[in-house]
């Protein structure tokens, strides 16, 4: 989860880098790709925290 948490801020720092500083003109570079990473990691990042708590939960499913 930490991973995926660092992975969104980077995207996110991306954007606003060469928002600030204009190094690169090209749109797909500075704007279009680190937000679509930063989707997919937001994506990600809510289904694991959602899937953590199934994995966290012990069922007992035991006959005896």
């Given at each position: 989860?930490?991973l995926?948490?660092?992975?969104?801020?980077?995207?996110?720092?991306?954007?606003?880098?060469?928002?600030?500083?204009?190094?690169?003109?090209?749109?797909?570079?500075?704007?279009?790709?680190?937000?679509?990473?930063?989707?997919?990691?937001?994506?990600?990042?809510?289904?694991?925290l959602?899937m953590?708590?199934?994995?966290?939960?012990?069922?007992?499913?035991?006959?005896?």
């Amino acid at each position: 989860v930490g991973l995926l948490l660092a992975l969104l801020v980077v995207s996110v720092a991306i954007i606003v880098f060469f928002g600030r500083t204009k190094l690169e003109t090209n749109v797909w570079t500075t704007k279009v790709a680190p937000a679509l990473a930063a989707l997919g990691f937001l994506g990600v990042l809510v289904v694991a925290l959602q899937m953590m708590s199934a994995c966290l939960t012990a069922v007992d499913n035991s006959l005896a």
